[in-house]
C-alpha cells in the first residue's frame, strides 16, 4: 500500500469515528439518530436486535424483555449504567463487566400506566468504551387505555350561584371484555356536594354512562374527584375523574394591585370593579375586611355593570395595610365571586426590584413657605 492509500484509509478511519462521536453526542441530547454509531466495529452489540415490537398494550400490562449482548471487542467491557428514555421504562443487567466474547443479558421492564397511543421508549447501555460507549436497546408498540372517555384533564363545571345545582354527562367504554368498574367513591373539598349516579351496560364490553350533580355550597372555586375501581385487571389503577366547580358570576377590578408608602398623609385609589349583571347597585358593593383607616366607597361607573370605587387610605391606614398578613382587600357583589386588591409597601417592592425609591419618607421632606416641598437630608 503507497503512501496515498495509507492517507486514504486514515482519513476514512477519522471520518468513521467523528460520525459515531456526533451520533453519540445527539443521542445523548435526546434526538433519535440511526445506528451510525453501532457498527460492526463496536464492542457491545445486542445479538438478533435492539428493538422489539411488544404489540398492543392496556394501560395496565406491565412488560418485561430481555436483551442479549454479546463483547466483540478484545478487552473487558463495563456496563456503568442503563440509563432509560423515560420513567416508564427500566433496565437491569445479569452482570455489569462482560468479558471479550462473553455475554450478558439486559431486562427492559415497561409500565404504560402513563402513555397512550404509539410508543418508543428503552434505555441507553452506558458503557466504559471510549468511541462508542452507548447502546440503544428498545421497545415500541401501542398503548390502549382500559376505557375510553376519561378526561385526562379535571372538568371543569360553572354555575351561575351558590346552591344552584349543575349536571355533567360522561360516558366510559371499556376496551375489551371482563374489565369492570366497581362502586365509585366520591371526595370534596367540603364546600361542595356531588351526587353521582351510573346506568351500566354489561355486553361484550361493558359500557358506564355517569351522571354527576354538582352543587357549590358557597362562592368560590371547588374541587371533588370520583374514584372507580378497576375490576377484572388487578394491576390496574383505579380510574379518577376530576372536577373544578366555579360559582358565581366573575368580578374583575381594574387594576387590582397598587404601592403604597408610609408617609404622614392620605393616600387615594381608584378600581373600576366589572360584574357580568346587567347593571350594578352601589349599594350592594361589600369590602372586607375592615380596616382601620382605611375607607372603601363606591358610586356608579360609567357602564351599568361598573362601580367606581374610591379607596381613601390615612397614614393610619397605611400602617394597617403594612402590618396585615396578607394586605388585600376582597371586592364583592351579589351573585359575583369576590375580586381581590392587594397593596404592597413601595419601599419594599423598590427594594426587591433593585431601582432607588422615586420618594424619600416624609421625615425627609420639608416645606417651603410657598408650599411645596423640598427634599432635606
Known amino acids: 500500500m503507497n503512501n496515498k492509500q495509507t492517507g486514504s484509509v486514515r482519513s476514512l478511519k477519522s471520518f468513521s469515528r467523528t460520525v459515531g462521536a456526533v451520533a453519540v453526542a445527539l443521542a445523548t441530547a435526546g434526538v433519535v439518530t440511526t445506528r451510525a454509531e453501532e457498527t460492526m466495529n463496536d464492542p457491545l452489540q445486542a445479538i438478533g436486535t435492539n428493538s422489539v415490537a411488544i404489540g398492543a398494550l392496556y394501560s395496565c400490562d406491565i412488560t418485561n424483555v430481555s436483551f442479549r449482548v454479546v463483547n466483540r471487542g478484545k478487552v473487558p467491557v463495563v456496563i456503568e449504567r442503563l440509563k432509560p428514555t423515560c420513567t416508564c421504562t427500566t433496565g437491569t443487567a445479569s452482570t455489569n463487566q462482560v468479558a471479550p466474547g462473553g455475554e450478558a443479558v439486559i431486562t427492559l421492564r415497561f409500565d404504560p400506566n402513563t402513555i397512550n397511543g404509539v410508543f418508543d421508549r428503552g434505555v441507553w447501555v452506558v458503557t466504559d468504551d471510549a468511541e462508542t460507549p452507548y447502546l440503544r436497546l428498545m421497545l415500541t408498540g401501542t398503548v390502549t387505555p382500559l376505557f375510553s372517555g376519561l378526561s385526562e384533564k379535571p372538568i371543569s363545571i360553572v354555575a351561575k350561584e351558590a346552591g344552584a345545582p349543575v349536571t355533567n354527562h360522561i360516558t366510559l367504554v371499556a376496551a375489551g371484555a371482563g374489565v369492570l368498574l366497581g362502586s365509585p367513591t366520591i371526595v370534596t373539598n367540603g364546600a361542595l356536594r356531588m351526587e353521582v349516579m351510573i346506568a351500566t351496560n354489561t355486553a361484550e364490553t361493558a359500557t358506564y354512562a355517569i351522571t354527576t350533580v354538582a352543587t357549590s355550597l358557597e362562592l368560590g372555586r371547588q374541587t371533588a374527584e370520583i374514584t372507580l375501581p378497576v375490576i377484572g385487571r388487578p394491576t390496574a389503577e383505579p380510574l379518577v375523574i376530576r372536577f373544578s366547580v366555579v360559582s358565581g358570576l366573575e368580578l374583575a377590578a381594574i387594576p387590582n394591585r397598587f404601592d403604597f408608602s408610609l408617609d404622614n398623609e ?59 398578613p396578607d394586605a388585600s382587600l376582597l371586592l364583592g357583589y351579589p351573585g359575583h365571586r369576590p375580586a381581590t386588591v392587594t397593596f404592597a ?33
Not at 378600581?271 to 375607607?295: H, N, Q, W, Y
Not at 419601599?347 to 432635606?376: N, Q, V, W
Open 345 to 377: 409597601n413601595e419601599a419594599e417592592t423598590e427594594e426587591k426590584s433593585g431601582s432607588r425609591p422615586s420618594r424619600l419618607p416624609s421625615i425627609f421632606r420639608s416645606t417651603d413657605p410657598d408650599g411645596k416641598k423640598k427634599f432635606r437630608f
Open 266 to 324: 392620605p393616600q387615594t385609589y381608584r378600581v373600576i370593579l366589572r360584574g357580568k349583571t346587567a347593571e350594578m347597585d352601589p349599594a350592594a358593593f361589600t369590602c372586607a375586611p375592615a380596616l382601620e383607616g382605611v375607607s372603601v366607597t363606591a358610586v356608579k361607573g360609567r357602564r351599568p355593570n361598573d362601580l367606581l370605587v374610591r379607596i381613601e387610605v390615612s397614614p393610619k391606614g397605611a400602617e394597617a395595610l403594612y402590618l396585615s
